[in-house]
C-alpha cells in the first residue's frame, strides 16, 4: 500500500503498490503469489456501489479532494484485517460508516413500504497463482471461478428484529408497544426528548432504570431543575419559566442584561439565543417557542465563564459515581449560532480544585434524586464571580459521539456499559482512568449554506488525526451551524502537549477549511 496518510488532501492521487499487500496475503495463503484485481464496495461511506479494477505493479487513482480515494484504501484495510480508524470494527461500528444515501433511503421507507435494512460489503478478487481454497460462487458475480473473499456488515436479527414507528415523546404510546413485545430493557441516548419516555416505561414495567421517573421528568426540564437546585442550596443563576410568548415579554423588566432565552426541554442548542438588548429579546423569545416540545422556555442570567465551560459524559453505578470526565466545551463564534458547541477537548481548563468541587456536588445532586444507574451528560462551568456551577445533567449519553471520544481518551466504555445495565446483564467494570495524552473533537461544520465543495486539512497540523468521519460528499446542500444537527462530521485528533492542543484549536480557520459554494 502507499505510504499516504488519511490527513494528506494533496496532490490529488492515491497509489497503490501490489507488493506489500502480496507479501500479507501470501502469509495467509501458504506462500502462493496472489494479489488484488479487483475490489467492489457497496454501502461503505461515500460508496453506493463501486468498483476498481487493478492492474500487476503500481496504480494510479487520481480524484479532487473528497472524492473517496482513501476511502477505497481504507474499505481493503477494512477487509483484509478487520481494523478501521487503528481499531477492530467490532467495537468501532457506527451509523456514519454506512453510506448516507442508502441510510436515508431506508428511513424515507419507513412510513410506507420498509425496505431491508442496509447492508456494507467489500469484495476483494485475487488474481495470481491459482488457489483452489479460495474459489466460490458467494460473489456478486456469481463467478465460480474467482478467488477471492467478501466482507459483510449487516444488521442482526437477533438484536434488531422490527421498527417501530411511534413518537419518542409519547410516551403513553412507548409504553404500550413496550408491552406488546415484552421489552428487557429501554434507554434514550444521545438525546433528551426520548428520555422521559424511556423513563417512564422503564418506572411503569419495572425495569432496570436510570432512577424515579419523577427525577427524570426533573432534569428534562430546564425550569424545574433550576428550581431544584435553588431549593437544595447549590449555585444556580437566576431563571423563569414561561408559557407564552406575551407573559414572557410582559415580564422584561425582572431581567439583567444579557441573559439567556431556550426551551426548556429541547436539545442541541436548538432555539438558544443570548439576549443583549431588548430590541432582541421578540425575536429569542419566539425563536424558543419554535423548538419547545413542552410549550415551556426558560429566561436566565448568562454566566460568563472563566476558561471553558465543561459538557462531557460521565458514569454512575447504583448511584455512586464511578467514572467523571470533565472537557474543555469550544464554541465558533462565527457559526449562525454562536451557542452552539464546535469543539471538545480533554482535559478540562479547571483546577484541580474546581473538579473536585463538581464531582461531590454532581454526587450530591444523583444522592438526592435518587438517580441509580445511567451515563449522564453533564454541562458544568466556573463563572467569573469564580462560582463551579452545574448547568445541566441529564442521564443519557451526550450527542456528538462523546462516550466515543472518551473512550478514545481513556478506554473507558460506557456504551457497552449502560447497554448491559439496562438490559438486566451482569454490570461492566467501570472505573476511573486518565487521559492517554491531549485530545480534541472538532465538529465538522459550515459558517453559511450552500453546496458542499470539499474539506482541507493542512499537513503541518500539529497532531495524530485518529478519525476523521464526513457525513456529506462534494455536491451535497448543507446548512450553515444553526443546531448540532446541522454538523456534517466529526474529526478527531491526539495531541502530545496542552500547548498544540490549545494553538490548534482556537485557530482552526489557519488548518481547517470546510468549502461551500
Known amino acids: 500500500m502507499s505510504d499516504c496518510?488519511?490527513?494528506?488532501?494533496?496532490?490529488?492521487?492515491?497509489?497503490?503498490?501490489?507488493?506489500?499487500?502480496?507479501?500479507?496475503?501470501?502469509?495467509?495463503?501458504?506462500?502462493?503469489r496472489m494479489f488484488i484485481r479487483k475490489v467492489k464496495i457497496h454501502n461503505f461511506k461515500c460508496y453506493r456501489d463501486f468498483e476498481i479494477t487493478l492492474e500487476e505493479g503500481l496504480n494510479?487513482?487520481?480524484?479532487?479532494?473528497?472524492?473517496?480515494?482513501?476511502?477505497?484504501?481504507?474499505?481493503?484495510?477494512?477487509?483484509?484485517?478487520?481494523?478501521?480508524?487503528?481499531?477492530?470494527?467490532?467495537?468501532?461500528?457506527?451509523?456514519?460508516?454506512?453510506?448516507?444515501?442508502?441510510?436515508?433511503?431506508?428511513?424515507?421507507?419507513?412510513?410506507?413500504?420498509?425496505?431491508?435494512?442496509?447492508?456494507i460489503t467489500i469484495e476483494i478478487f485475487f488474481g495470481g497463482d491459482e488457489n483452489p481454497l479460495m474459489n466460490g460462487d458467494a460473489n456478486s458475480d456469481r463467478d465460480n471461478s474467482a478467488e477471492g473473499f467478501c466482507f459483510k456488515i449487516s444488521f442482526n436479527d437477533k438484536y434488531s428484529d422490527e421498527y417501530v414507528n411511534v413518537s419518542i415523546i409519547d410516551k403513553e404510546a412507548v409504553l404500550k408497544v413496550a408491552r406488546e413485545k415484552k421489552i428487557d430493557g429501554i434507554m434514550s441516548f444521545g438525546v433528551d426528548p426520548g428520555g422521559i419516555a424511556a423513563?417512564?416505561?422503564?418506572?411503569?414495567?419495572?425495569?432496570?432504570?436510570?432512577?424515579?421517573?419523577?427525577?427524570?421528568?426533573?432534569?428534562?426540564?430546564?425550569?424545574?431543575?433550576?428550581?431544584?437546585?435553588?431549593?437544595?442550596?447549590?449555585n444556580v443563576p437566576w431563571a423563569y419559566g414561561f408559557s407564552s410568548e406575551i407573559d414572557a415579554w410582559e415580564s422584561r423588566d425582572k431581567f439583567?442584561?444579557?441573559?439567556?432565552?431556550?426551551?426548556?426541554?429541547?436539545?442541541?442548542?436548538?432555539?438558544?439565543?443570548?439576549?443583549?438588548?431588548?430590541e432582541e429579546l421578540k425575536a429569542a423569545i419566539q425563536y424558543a417557542f419554535k423548538y419547545t416540545i413542552s410549550g415551556h422556555i426558560i429566561i436566565e442570567e448568562f454566566l460568563e465563564k472563566k476558561g471553558c465551560s465543561s459538557d462531557t459524559d460521565s458514569y454512575a453505578q447504583d448511584g455512586q459515581l464511578k467514572f467523571v470526565s470533565f472537557s474543555a466545551q469550544r464554541f465558533d463564534i462565527n457559526a449562525v449560532n454562536p451557542y452552539t458547541p464546535s469543539a471538545y477537548s480533554w482535559?478540562?481548563?479547571?483546577?484541580?480544585?474546581?473538579?473536585?468541587?463538581?464531582?461531590?456536588?454532581?454526587?450530591?445532586?444523583?444522592?438526592?434524586?435518587?438517580?441509580?444507574?445511567?451515563?449522564?451528560?453533564?454541562?458544568?462551568?466556573?463563572?467569573?464571580?469564580?462560582?463551579?456551577y452545574i448547568m445541566e445533567l441529564t442521564p443519557r449519553g451526550g450527542g456528538n459521539r462523546l462516550c466515543e471520544m472518551l473512550r478514545y481518551a481513556t478506554g473507558v466504555d460506557m456504551i457497552t456499559a449502560i447497554t448491559r445495565a439496562m438490559v438486566g446483564d451482569e454490570p461492566e467494570l467501570i472505573e476511573q482512568k486518565p487521559y492517554n495524552g491531549h485530545w480534541a473533537e472538532i465538529i465538522l461544520h459550515a459558517d453559511k449554506e450552500g453546496e458542499f465543495v470539499g474539506l482541507q486539512i493542512a499537513s503541518s497540523l500539529p497532531a495524530e488525526v485518529v478519525e476523521e468521519d464526513l457525513w456529506v460528499k462534494p455536491g451535497d446542500f448543507i446548512h450553515g451551524f444553526e443546531a448540532a444537527n446541522d454538523a456534517i462530521g466529526t474529526l478527531v485528533l491526539r495531541f502530545e502537549n496542552s500547548e498544540d492542543l490549545e494553538k490548534a484549536i482556537t485557530n482552526q480557520g489557519e488548518w481547517l477549511k470546510v468549502n461551500v459554494r
Open 256 to 278: 439583567t442584561y444579557p441573559f439567556i432565552v431556550k426551551p426548556t426541554d429541547s436539545a442541541g442548542s436548538k432555539g438558544c439565543t443570548r439576549v443583549d438588548s431588548e
Open 199 to 234: 423513563s417512564y416505561v422503564q418506572n411503569e414495567l419495572g425495569l432496570p432504570s436510570f432512577g424515579p421517573f419523577e427525577s427524570v421528568d426533573i432534569l428534562q426540564h430546564k425550569d424545574k431543575f433550576r428550581a431544584f437546585l435553588k431549593e437544595h442550596g447549590f
Open 5 to 32: 496518510k488519511r490527513r494528506v488532501k494533496t496532490p490529488y492521487i492515491l497509489m497503490i503498490k501490489r507488493s506489500s499487500l502480496q507479501n500479507c496475503i501470501c502469509e495467509i495463503l501458504g506462500g502462493n
Open 347 to 388: 482535559p478540562s481548563t479547571f483546577t484541580k480544585e474546581e473538579e473536585e468541587y463538581l464531582k461531590s456536588e454532581i454526587q450530591r445532586l444523583i444522592t438526592l434524586l435518587g438517580m441509580k444507574t445511567s451515563v449522564f451528560n453533564i454541562e458544568v462551568r466556573v463563572a467569573a464571580n469564580n462560582k463551579p
Open 60 to 119: 494510479i487513482v487520481v480524484g479532487d479532494n473528497e472524492a473517496g480515494k482513501s476511502t477505497i484504501l481504507e474499505a481493503i484495510n477494512l477487509a483484509l484485517t478487520g481494523i478501521i480508524s487503528g481499531k477492530s470494527i467490532w467495537n468501532e461500528i457506527s451509523q456514519y460508516i454506512f453510506n448516507k444515501e442508502a441510510v436515508d433511503e431506508y428511513i424515507a421507507s419507513l412510513d410506507s413500504a420498509p425496505i431491508a435494512l442496509p447492508c
